[in-house]
T-cell receptor, first 114, second 113 residues
Framework: EDQVTQSPEALRLQEGESSSLNCSYT??????LFWYRQDPGKGPEFLFT???AGEEKEKERLKATLTKKESFLHITAPKPEDSATYLC???????????????FGKGTKLSVKP | DAGITQSPRHKVTETGTPVTLRCHQT?????MYWYRQDPGHGLRLIHY???????DKGEVSDGYSVSRSKTEDFLLTLESATSSQTSVYFC????????????FGPGTRLTVL
């Protein structure tokens, strides 16, 4: 069964304190891995797509990396405005049934204190 | 922001009543999705559409039906709402499946009393 596990469930950081969020996945064949940011009361906002092991993508203070079993979202020198829930999702290779639908983890709630 | 709107944004209803949620897009994307989000669970797929009048079930489709008569509109219907369907519902769109990200709407908070 395809599965996505995110850790930790919650993370509290001081402003400027760098850290990483983890997304471990089990899929029959990975087609893509997606990171989203979700603010309270809003829909998820797309951040990155990663397709193959070794790939990295960056956006401002965020950097996403991918291995064959997990992805990390590295946050460098975070600011209070980076506080949000970060969601990871995987898309499995479609063998004719699911149209490659996304499977989401439960998210990591990040709080950055000034 | 992707051109996705959801209506209503909030709704309170009673057990046993029918409810229809609407998702409207202005991006002309082929794929549309309905998810629900509950505490302790990730986003879970209810139904999706891969074209006008083409729909299929997701992980948690029991008690829900969908319709798509136009590219821009995707309707989610709860034929007889139950308290277990209290949730936040998100619509998402994607130009095509495969290697494309999905873009999400603002959500509808539904409470079934």
């Amino acid at each position: 069964e395809d599965q996505v596990t995110q850790s930790p469930e919650a993370l509290r950081l001081q402003e400027g304190e760098s850290s990483s969020l983890n997304c471990s996945y089990t899929v029959s064949g990975l087609r893509g891995l997606f990171w989203y940011r979700q603010d309270p009361g809003k829909g998820p906002e797309f951040l990155f797509t990663l397709y193959s092991a070794g790939e990295e993508k960056e956006k401002e203070r965020l950097k996403a990396t991918l291995t064959k079993k997990e992805s990390f979202l590295h946050i460098t020198a975070p600011k209070p405005e980076d506080s949000a829930t970060y969601l990871c999702a995987v898309q499995a290779v479609d063998y004719g049934g699911s149209q490659g639908n996304l499977i989401f983890g439960k998210g990591t709630k990040l709080s950055v204190k000034p | 922001d992707a051109g996705i709107t959801q209506s209503p944004r909030h709704k309170v209803t009673e057990t046993g009543t029918p409810v229809t949620l609407r998702c409207h897009q202005t991006e002309n994307h082929r794929y549309m999705y309905w998810y629900r989000q509950d505490p302790g669970h990730g986003l879970r797929l209810i139904h999706y559409s891969y074209g006008v009048k083409d729909t299929d079930k997701g992980e948690v489709s029991d008690g829900y039906s969908v319709s798509r008569s136009k590219t821009e509109d995707f309707l989610l219907t709860l034929e007889s709402a139950t308290s277990s369907q209290t949730s936040v519902y998100f619509c998402a769109i994607s130009p095509q499946t495969g290697r494309d990200e999905q873009f999400f709407g603002p959500g509808t908070r539904l409470t079934v009393l």
